[in-house]
Antibody, heavy 117, light 107 residues
Framework: EVQLVESGGGLVHPGGSLRLSCTTSGFRFSSYEMNWVRQAPGKGLEWVSYISDSGNTRYYADSVKGRFTVSRDNAKNSLYLQLNSLRAEDTAVYYC??????????WGQGNLVTVSS | DIQMTQSPSYLSASIGDRVTITCQASQDIVNSLNWFQQHPGKAPKLLISDASKLETGVPSRFSGGGSGTDFTLAISSLQPEDVATYYCQQFDSLPLTFGGGTKVDIK
C-alpha cells in the first residue's frame, strides 16, 4: 500500500524556520518525482514545489522562491521541505504528493504549519 | 501564470441529480487538466487525468470532458459520498495552478 506521512509542522514565529518531512512506503520512492502543495485554512490548493526523481531538478512557486528549499533522500525514502523566513501567509496545511506535476496520484494526510506571534 | 476559473463555487443538488462543474483556463492548455476531489479534513484525491481519463477505482458516474480552454466535470447521478469540494488543476506550464474549487452539497 502506498503511504506518505508528513511530519514536522507546528507553530512558528514570523521570520522563523521549520523543516517538513514526508516519509514514504509501499512504492519505489527513488523512481518518482514529488511535489509539495499547500492549503491555507478554508482556502484552495496552491502548488509549492517540485523535485525530480534524482533531485537534480527543482521548481518553486514565486511566493516561496528563495525562502523554501525542497530536497530528498532516496536512501531514506523521504522528501523534505525547508521553510525559512516564514510569514503569516505561509500558514497552511502542507501536503506531499507523489508523481510528476501532471499526475499527482497519491497524497499524504497533510501537516499544519501555523506562523503567528 | 495560467488562471483557472471554476464555476459555480457552490452547488446544492438532490440525490440522483446530474451535476456539472466547469473550469476555464486563461489560455489554451490542450488537455493538460486534472480533477481532484477533497472531502472535508482529507487530502485531495485524483479523480480524472488528462481531462477525461478516469482514475482506477473512481465510480463511472464521474466523467470529464473538454479541451483547449473549457473543461467540465460531470457526476451523472449524485450520491451522498460525493459531498466534497472539487478542484481542477492545469499542468500545461509552471507554476501549476488550481481552480478556486466547487463545493458540492446535497439538497
Amino acid at each position: 500500500e502506498v503511504q506518505l506521512v508528513e511530519s514536522g509542522g507546528g507553530l512558528v514565529h514570523p521570520g522563523g524556520s521549520l523543516r517538513l518531512s514526508c516519509t514514504t512506503s509501499g512504492f519505489r520512492f527513488s523512481s518518482y518525482e514529488m511535489n509539495w502543495v499547500r492549503q491555507a485554512p478554508g482556502k484552495g490548493l496552491e502548488w509549492v514545489s517540485y523535485i525530480s526523481d534524482s533531485g537534480n531538478t527543482r521548481y518553486y512557486a514565486d511566493s516561496v522562491k528563495g525562502r523554501f528549499t525542497v530536497s530528498r533522500d532516496n536512501a531514506k525514502n523521504s522528501l523534505y521541505l525547508q521553510l525559512n523566513s516564514l510569514r503569516a501567509e505561509d500558514t497552511a496545511v502542507y501536503y506531499c504528493a507523489r508523481g510528476p506535476t501532471g499526475y499527482m496520484d497519491s497524497w499524504g494526510q497533510g501537516n499544519l504549519v501555523t506562523v503567528s506571534s | 501564470d495560467i488562471q483557472m476559473t471554476q464555476s459555480p463555487s457552490y452547488l446544492s443538488a438532490s440525490i440522483g441529480d446530474r451535476v456539472t462543474i466547469t473550469c476555464q483556463a486563461s489560455q489554451d492548455i490542450v488537455n493538460s487538466l486534472n480533477w481532484f476531489q477533497q472531502h472535508p479534513g482529507k487530502a485531495p484525491k485524483l479523480l480524472i487525468s488528462d481531462a477525461s481519463k478516469l482514475e482506477t477505482g473512481v465510480p463511472s458516474r464521474f466523467s470529464g470532458g473538454g479541451s483547449g480552454t473549457d473543461f467540465t466535470l460531470a457526476i451523472s447521478s449524485l450520491q451522498p459520498e460525493d459531498v466534497a469540494t472539487y478542484y481542477c488543476q492545469q499542468f500545461d506550464s509552471l507554476p501549476l495552478t488550481f481552480g478556486g474549487g466547487t463545493k458540492v452539497d446535497i439538497k
